[in-house]
Every structure is written in C-alpha cells, then in structure tokens.
C-alpha cells in the first residue's frame, strides 16, 4: 500500500541519486513512487532527470567500438579442455564422446587429414629411406632440442583440406603431436624458437584464416 | 507480476535447468548456456574493455569458470546475473592490466568556452561521452553500461558487481559528474576515480 510518509522521508539527495535508474526504467515500484512524489514538487530534479535521460539516450545509442567477436563454442571448448589438462596435449584427459552435433564430422575429416599427413611425415622420416637427403621444414631434425620446443593447440577450421593443413604446419615448421580431442583440439610442436617469434607463429596462425582457436600450452 | 517479469522469470528456470545439467558435465546443455550468453556477454566486456581480442580471451575465460563453478551456483541470484557478475570480474580484472589508448578527440571539442550540451553537434557529444568515458575507473565505467546499455536495476548492478547497493549509488555518482561535465561540452580535470567514497 502506497504510504505517504515515506514518500516524504526521501531527500532531495536520495532522489538525484535515483535518477539514473528512473532514467533507465529499471526501479522497483516503492522507489519508484517516491522518487515520483519528489519530482512533483523539485523542479530542479525535474530538469535533472531530463537532461540523464538525454544523456542516456547517447550511451545507448553508441556503437559498438568494434564488432564483437563471433561465438565460437569449439574455442571455448577448447580452452577449457587447454585448462583442465595443463600436461601435454591429448594424453591422459577425461576425453567424453562428443555430444556437440557440429563436430562429428569435423573430427572426422580432420581426423582422416592428420592421418594422411602423418602416413606422409612417418615416410618422410624413415631412416634409409630414399628421401634421406631431404630435409622437410616439419622433420624433427630441424629442431636441436624437442624437450624445448613450444607447444600450441589448434583448432582448425572445418573446411581446411589435408593440403591447406600440411601447408599451413609447415609454414610454421610444427608437426602434430597429439590429438584430435573429442572437441577437435590438436597439439602442434613447433621447431625451437624464442618467445618473441613463437608470438609471432601464433598471430601468424590466428590471422590465417585457417584456425578457430590457438594458444600456447601453458608453460611455454 | 509485469510482463517483463515474468518473461525473465521463465528465462531464469530455463537457464537454471542447463546450468544443472551443466554441473554434471553436459556439453550439449553448456553449448546451449553458450549460445544464449556469449553474445550478451562478449558485448558486455567489449562494452567494459574495448579490444576485441581481449574480449576473446575474458570470454573463454568466463565460459570457462560457468563449465567449472555450475556446480556450485547456490541459486540466490538469477543465472543471468551470475554469469554477467563472472563477467564484470574478467573484465574488470582485463581492464586493469590495460593501459587504455585514450580516444581521439577533435581539439575544438574539448576546448573551454564551448557551447552548451544541446549546441555541440552529435559526433562531437558522443567524443565527448566517449573520453569521459575513458576517465572513469572500471568499476564505475561497469555501472554506467550496465545501467545505460543494459538496463538493469541498481539492485542487479550490486548483485553483479558483489557489492553494496549504496557503493553502486556512488559509483554512479561520481561517474554522473564526469559524464556531464562532458556532455555539456566541457572537460572535466577533476579526479572522480580518486573522489569515491566506499
């Protein structure tokens, strides 16, 4: 019931205090009744709640500063699958089957081109083989020590073929490791590099157009 | 009941029964969470941070800690207000690792002497807006967007925020002031970061 007296009660300074939340339609009706009763009577609240609903209306009305970032729910799952295994990529995690609908056939076509370039790396590195004398950009023997070599995990785009992946491993002369995790999450050992180039590997990959989502294995 | 509320009341219980599942490590009820959250939030932080790519980054996190602390939601808030609480938290702390490019500004813009508010023209009001703005600290700049953009009452703002609705209140205070010396087109050299009484 609407009770007069508090009405009253409310100051001058606890009205100009509401102000912002009678502006944005957002108070509870017992504020709400007092405030009203005071700008009955207080020109000077008056004014003021009409020059905040002015301003109001150009915060709101702001652009955003840039575009928000697209929702990508396999970045963010990848992420925390990052953080809940702060070892090595793939190896021993909680892995559950896959119950996002968009990823089953994504794991499946990136499976088959891990897969692939794999068959391609292991008869590229076999000893004796003929391909002794060349040296891809991928081969371990291009990194002096792999107990250092940094670590990133990758998500990489659905459409992104074997070739584009091979490509794309070799241009930062990295080599998967480990995975796919049931949300698509690949660990990718890059050569030895210092910090400031292994930065550089990184906003290279995420400017590729060809990873959803890469960050360094913690540690690194 | 108004209509609105009870719109979010029921926007609530939906949310209550995925974050539920969530807790027992459903990924298709998290997916879902995620899609009704991730553009109110990542606009939330743009909002709060304004760089894109560490908005990316405070968005994981933020999904990350709703994947870790389901479980532990006790309820006493709307799910939507826990999350954007989580939220302003990876933003603030986002924030202050910052060291925010100031905006330009056009130089007549800021000038003493201007003309009132109603005389500056719209782009210069909204530089104006923008570098007092710039000013505030973020735990004032958070009560502004969360008041003006978002709408929400001050009682959900100190909710979000975990802290007492009359801190809130003078939060907002003291960012009005900075707000409107801007918006009547004149450049405040106060310092309303250092001026809260909490």
Same mark, same amino acid.
């Given at each position: 019931m609407h009770d007069p007296t508090r009405d009253q009660a409310l100051s001058h300074a606890e009205t100009a205090e509401l102000l912002p939340w009678l502006v944005n339609g957002s108070l509870a009706d017992d504020d709400l009744h007092r405030v009203e009763a005071h700008l009955e009577r207080c020109a000077d609240c008056r004014r003021e709640?009409?020059?905040?609903?002015?301003?109001?209306?150009?915060?709101a009305g702001r652009a955003e500063p840039v575009a928000p970032p697209r929702p990508d729910f396999a970045a963010v799952m990848a992420h925390i699958e990052a953080a809940e295994s702060p070892g090595d990529g793939a190896s021993g995690r909680r892995a559950r089957p896959a119950s996002g609908r968009s990823f089953a056939w994504l794991l499946a076509a990136q499976a088959a081109a891990v897969a692939l370039l794999s068959v391609v790396l =292991?008869?590229? *590195?076999?000893?004796?083989? #003929?391909?002794?004398?060349?040296?891809? =950009?991928?081969?371990p023997a291009a990194a002096p020590a792999l107990? *250092?070599?940094?670590?990133?995990? #990758? #998500?990489?785009?659905?459409?992104?073929?074997? #070739?584009? =992946?091979r490509d794309l491993l070799l241009s930062v002369r990295g080599r998967v490791v480990a995975g796919p995790t049931p949300f698509g999450v690949y660990t990718v050992e890059l050569a030895s590099i210092d910090s400031g180039e292994l930065a550089g590997v990184v906003d290279r990959l995420r400017r590729s157009g060809k990873v959803r989502f890469v960050e360094t294995v913690v540690g690194q | 009941? !108004?209509?609105?509320?009870?719109? !979010?009341?029921? %926007? %609530?219980a939906a949310d209550r029964h995925l974050l539920e599942r969530v807790a027992r490590r459903d990924r298709a009820a998290f997916e879902r969470l995620y899609e009704r959250y991730a553009d109110r939030v990542a606009r939330y932080l743009l909002r709060l941070v304004g760089r894109r790519e560490v908005v990316e980054e405070a968005l994981n996190d933020v999904m990350l800690a709703v994947w870790r602390g389901a479980g532990s939601f006790a309820g006493h808030s709307r799910v939507s207000t826990w999350i954007l609480g989580i939220a302003y938290r990876k933003g603030v702390d986002a924030l202050r690792r910052l060291v925010r490019q100031p905006i330009a500004v056009p130089a007549e813009s800021a000038e003493n002497g201007e003309p009132p508010g109603d005389e500056l023209t719209a782009e210069q009001l909204r530089m104006s807006l923008e570098r007092a703005l710039e000013t505030l600290s973020a735990e004032q700049r958070a009560v502004v967007e969360l008041t003006y953009y978002f709408g929400y009452s001050y009682r959900e703002i100190a909710a979000i925020t975990g802290c007492p609705v009359n801190t809130?209140?003078? !939060?907002?205070?003291?960012? !009005?002031?900075r707000l409107q010396a801007a918006w009547s087109g004149r450049d405040s050299a106060g310092s309303a970061a250092g001026e809260e009484r909490s």
């Open positions: 709640a009409a020059r905040l609903e002015r301003m109001a209306r150009a915060l =292991l008869w590229a *590195s076999a000893p004796g083989d #003929v391909g002794a004398g060349f040296r891809t =950009l991928a081969r107990a *250092s070599a940094p670590r990133l995990r #990758v #998500v990489f785009e659905e459409q992104l073929t074997e #070739v584009e =992946l | 009941m !108004r209509p609105e509320a009870s719109a !979010r009341a029921a %926007d %609530d809130v209140k003078t !939060r907002m205070f003291y960012a !009005r002031k």
